[in-house]
């Protein structure tokens, strides 16, 4: 991978969850403005990598990073110095089951932003908007922005999230199964949007679906309890595994 | 459950079992009938219902006798609004310490810590208020005697305080678990998280919080009689003595007549109270029931 | 919202929970610092002389009344709340039935104790014409527990129930042998817990006892129609009459040792009942 490409870059990552270690020297590298699938069967760590690059994986209680670095754009988030508030918009994340905020559709899709001072008041419904096209969602609510958020379908609501995360202006956006809760056509409704963003924002996805990661991702990193099994282009990875587990998930998948 | 198939001995058991049910039902209505006879509403021998009128005063020993407890409404009012005023902000800032920004040890020391503060009888309450805020209240703000409705008030602040922080946490602990990542994953604060999304998805715990509060406060009797003051008069104001309800039957029971218009009176506000305190926890047993189902939402 | 605004929301959250936890260790510390040193083996054994009345001597009177109302008010409250508590679990088969008792008892357990004493006055010492005695309090004490028994026996029973019911039903035995061999044993330590909290409520409560079977002095021989002396109604008197502060921090100190103890014994029966 080219070096320059690199935004993210992992250094010997060690993560634990209530002393037990879960992540083991993780290295890694995310390059710009490209999608990287991050694999692996469960419990092999994929959802502790993703949330420690932009530190919310501390958020959990007895999750810890003990060693390693996360490099973005040259500078550890683990440095003491770092805002971390400020990695967070830098770095924004989309979860497994999407969670509406008590307020308005509009008011969900400001929220990051608003706080962020990145708003100003007569253009509330403009920036909505903006946001609520490019995920593909204003059509649908666009005469009810004031609704209630709750009243979407999970579909609408996953994409809501996503919306919300691209109000801040991120580098970087996380994903962790985005669409494991989904039905078939949101699930291809988001993939497209994955394969839309791509050119302005650097994605890392965790998922277990094989045939999603390749249809999105252009570099896959498959984790085996806790460290690097194998990393690549997907296409290459997918078509020739060195690693055995690797072999075996993908032969499983095909069978 | 499935269908009971039962033997002798099981029914033996049931039938116990529906006796102790009944009876304990029983004695809980009685009790309820009994304080309602007493006031005298279904023998007609009522006293009317200017004893709930702020103006009719309280003069059992005058010609002819009045018997308003309209001080002791006025007293208990001022009393747990001041306590309230105290110990909902302060509980429910507990509430939210132990629920999210305490370190774990400390989160678990506040509980033993609550259930002490809960645990301490009204009586010790009341003698503790007596030995520090009376005299230092009498010292500070030069009166007769510290008694006050307002030394009631902090104390009765303290005991109400453990309820309102408990019941807060309760709440909190479960929506800040469902929320916390997504909202501090998009980079805002603490406060952010509270003010915009936690406080409007808590609020039904924390309302049941507050009205915990209240009817633990309403219900209070010895410490409000130890510290309150003694005098029938109206109060003016926080820094004057008082005599909230409880405090007013604990106080007048013992040297009246059983069925005089005097007794009838005690036991009309009686009814008074009790009917405030069971709809206030009726009011919580609801509440409590809609943030459950507000959660699963 | 501004870092500034931030870090006045954090700084308030922790000072309202550090007053929470100083809070208890300041009351119950001032209340030891001072009742140790009023402490005798004469005031546990003793009875009250002096003069004024109280101002010397014991308060074993008190602590034996207590006890005495207490062990009487379970007599009748524990058959009954866990009779009750019983069927609520085990055999009642309508859930509608099962839920308005319990909203009845939860919402009467919230009843202030002054209403019980009010009740108790009117209807055991008046109406019943027990007169102001150990029985009219002891029982008055027993409705007061009544619903925290009830509570926590339904609610150890369906726990325990729960998890072992149909086990133990599928091997044909009828639902006594189910009962008396495996739940009542399973709920033990359970209900226990919630009993020695009820105890403690009560113990500590002067509101139920004052009108109904409390008196400022007695020898200290207990009978069922005769009047005793209390320890929460002993602290009351000795402060608003103005006897003796150092007995009040005494009895004052009993009074919360004696609960402290109750609520250890509960948490110890809680962690015992874990490691079951």
């Known amino acids: ?255 | 459950m499935p269908a009971l198939s039962l033997s002798p001995r099981d029914r033996l058991l049931k039938i116990l079992g529906s006796f102790a049910l009944a009876l304990s039902l029983v004695a809980l209505a009685l009790m309820v009938v009994f304080l309602v006879k007493e006031t005298g509403l279904l023998d007609g021998t009522f006293p009317g219902w200017s004893i709930f009128s702020l103006r009719t005063p309280w003069l059992p020993l005058a010609t002819p006798p009045s018997f308003g407890f309209g001080h002791a409404l006025v007293a208990t009012l001022i009393v747990t609004g001041f306590s309230l005023a105290l110990a909902v902000p302060l509980g429910i800032g507990i509430g939210i310490f132990a629920a999210e920004l305490a370190p774990p040890w400390m989160g678990k020391a506040l509980q033993p810590a609550l259930e002490l503060l809960a645990g301490i009888p009204g009586v010790v309450y009341g003698f503790f208020g007596y030995v520090t805020f009376v005299r230092w209240f009498g010292d500070w703000f030069n009166l007769a005697t510290g008694e006050t409705l307002m030394t009631a008030g902090l104390v009765l602040a303290c005991m109400i305080l453990p309820f309102i922080a408990s019941t807060s946490a309760e709440a909190l602990k479960v929506v800040y678990r469902d929320y916390r990542e997504a909202v501090l994953g998009l980079g805002v604060t603490q406060g952010c998280l509270f003010r915009r999304v936690v406080l409007k998805k808590a609020f039904p715990g924390l309302a049941a919080a507050v009205a915990l509060g209240l009817a633990r406060a309403l219900g209070e009797t010895l410490a409000v009689l130890m510290l309150a003051g003694k005098t029938a008069a109206m109060p003016g104001g926080l820094l004057s003595r008082g005599q909230p309800l409880t405090a007013l039957l604990a106080t007048e029971l013992g040297e009246t007549a059983a069925g005089s218009p005097k007794y009838r009176t005690l036991f009309s506000a009686a009814c008074l109270l009790l009917l405030a305190v069971a709809g206030l926890n009726a009011l919580i047993l609801l509440l409590k029931r809609r943030l459950l189902e507000q959660l699963h939402d | 919202m501004t870092s500034f605004l931030d870090r006045l929301f954090r700084g308030s959250v922790w000072l309202c929970g550090l007053v929470g936890l100083a809070l208890p260790v300041w009351i119950v510390g001032f209340i030891l610092a001072h009742g140790a040193r009023a402490l005798s083996w004469n005031l546990l054994v003793g009875r009250p002389s002096g003069f004024p009345l109280g101002s010397e001597g014991g308060i074993l009177p008190a602590i034996l009344g207590s006890l005495a109302l207490v062990v009487l008010g379970l007599a009748v409250a524990l058959p009954i709340g866990l009779g009750a508590g019983l069927y609520l679990a085990e055999f009642c088969t309508s859930p509608n039935v099962r839920a308005w008792s319990r909203a009845a008892v939860e919402v009467l357990a919230g009843v202030p104790s002054v209403l019980y004493g009010l009740f108790g006055y009117a209807f055991f010492v008046v109406f019943l014409r027990m007169g102001i005695s150990l029985l009219a309090g002891g029982l008055v004490l027993g409705l007061v527990m009544l619903p925290f028994i009830l509570i926590s026996a339904q609610e150890a029973f369906t726990a325990v129930g729960a998890q072992y019911r149909e086990a133990t039903l599928s091997l044909g035995v009828d639902r006594a042998a189910w009962i008396l061999g495996v739940l009542l044993p399973k709920a033990r330590s359970r209900i226990l817990a919630g009993l020695v909290l009820a105890v403690g409520h009560a113990m500590g409560s002067a509101a139920p006892v004052l009108f109904t079977a409390s008196v400022f002095y007695s020898k200290g021989g207990l009978a069922f129609g005769q009047p005793v002396m209390t320890l929460p109604t002993h602290l009351y008197f000795l402060v608003s009459e103005g006897i003796s502060l150092e007995h009040a921090f005494a009895t004052a100190l009993i009074l919360v040792a004696g609960l402290f103890l109750f609520n250890s014994a509960a948490m110890l029966l809680r962690y015992y009942m874990r490691e079951l």
């Not at chain 1, 990287?36 to 932009?54: D, E, F, H, Q």
């Not at chain 1, 969602?137 to 209630?148: D, G, S, Y």
Request: hydrophobic share 45%; proline share 4%.
């Open chain 1, 1 to 255: 991978m080219n070096m320059d490409a690199c935004l993210v870059d992992v250094e010997a990552l060690v993560a634990v969850y209530d002393r037990v270690p879960i992540l083991h020297q993780v290295s890694a590298r995310f390059a710009e403005h490209q999608v990287t699938a991050i694999m692996g069967p469960s419990g092999s760590g994929k959802s502790t990598l993703l949330r420690a690059l932009n530190r919310t994986l501390e958020l959990s209680a007895g999750a810890r990073v003990l060693g390693g670095k996360v490099r973005i754009r040259g500078r550890d988030v683990y440095d003491r110095s770092v805002d971390i508030r400020a990695l967070r918009k830098q770095v924004g994340i989309v979860q497994q089951r999407p969670l509406a905020f008590p307020m308005s559709i509009e008011e969900n899709v400001l929220f990051g932003r608003r706080h962020h001072g990145h708003l100003r008041r007569g253009d509330r419904e403009a920036t909505a908007a903006l946001f609520l096209e490019r995920v593909g969602l204003w059509a649908e609510v666009k005469h009810r922005l004031n609704a209630p958020a709750s009243s979407l379908s999970i579909g609408q609501l996953q994409r809501l999230c996503l919306a919300r995360t691209l109000a801040n202006d991120p580098e970087v956006i996380l994903m962790d199964e985005p669409c494991s809760a989904l039905d078939p056509e949101s699930t291809s409704t988001i993939e497209a949007l994955i394969r839309d963003l791509k050119t302005t924002v650097t994605i890392i996805i965790v998922t277990h679906n094989m045939a999603q990661a390749r249809r999105v991702s252009d570099q896959a990193l498959f984790l085996f309890q806790g460290a690097v099994a194998e990393a690549g282009p997907t296409a290459e990875v997918m078509a020739a595994p060195k690693h055995p587990q690797v072999r075996r998930i993908i032969q499983h998948e095909e069978n």
